[in-house]
């Protein structure tokens, strides 16, 4: 199975910050990444497929980059609404798995 | 807009065999790619599966032995079978759908609480 390694697991930051989050893949996935965002008592919410395209809807603070085993997730100017917990996904190779997750939380 | 709605046992004693249905509205039924996923307690997402809309199915090796995918057309729904569990099979348990192998799934269910407990 493909690993997927996240960090940091939490991060602190504050609402305006800037953070980025990473995902490392045990083997190259080409493009084939998903970033999702949690909330407590909630399914998990599609952001960002294939690596860098946003899902309609989804504000554009969120932005995606990477390839091969090395993606980010960065949010330009953390709301309130943000923070949540994210985890990454490989859709590359069966079993698809993912990344253990990263709580961001309010400094 | 397609919209997942899910439903199933909450509550199993060890042995027994965990059975869940989602039922999809609105959007087309045909052509997708129809998966499930369960969230251990405070814990992270774990793959169980996938099922096309063609009846080809992709399981977590973790689990093949156990798992039982399967789709009817004919009501709009797609359902899990997992066999024989124990508390480490309880978990929440979610139903995704995504329209194409190149997008994650950008719908889900709402959840179901399954806990394995004697």
């Known amino acids: 199975d493909i690993q997927m390694t996240q960090s940091p697991s939490t991060l602190s930051a504050s609402v305006g910050d800037r953070v980025t989050i990473t995902c490392r893949a045990s083997q190259s996935i080409s493009r084939w990444l998903a970033w999702y965002q949690q909330k407590p008592g909630k399914a998990p919410k599609l952001l960002i497929h294939?690596?860098?395209s946003l899902e309609s809807g989804v504000p554009s603070r969120f932005s995606g980059g990477g390839s091969g085993t090395e993606f980010t997730l960065t949010i330009s100017s953390l709301q309130h609404d943000d923070f949540a917990t994210y985890y990454c996904?490989?859709?590359?190779?069966?079993?698809?798995?993912f990344g253990q997750g990263t709580k961001l939380e309010i400094k | 807009q397609v919209q997942l709605q899910q439903w199933g046992a909450g509550l199993l004693k060890p042995s027994e065999t965990l059975s869940l249905t989602c039922a999809v509205y609105?959007?087309?039924?045909?052509?997708?790619?129809w998966s499930w996923i369960r969230q251990p307690p405070g814990k992270g997402l774990e793959w169980i599966g996938e099922?096309?809309?063609?009846?080809?199915?992709n399981y977590n090796p973790s689990l093949k032995s156990r798992v039982t995918m399967s789709v009817d057309a004919s009501k709009n729904q797609f359902s899990l079978k997992l066999s024989s569990v124990t508390a480490a099979d309880t978990a929440l348990y979610y139903c995704?759908?995504?329209?194409?192998?190149?997008?994650?799934?950008?719908?889900w269910g709402q959840g179901t609480l399954v806990t394995v407990s004697s």
């Open positions: 996904q490989q859709y590359n190779t069966y079993p698809y798995t």
């Open positions: 609105g959007g087309s039924f045909s052509g997708y790619y």
């Open positions: 294939k690596a860098s």
């Open positions: 099922i096309h809309d063609s009846g080809s199915t």
């Open positions: 995704a759908a995504r329209v194409s192998w190149t997008d994650g799934p950008p719908y």
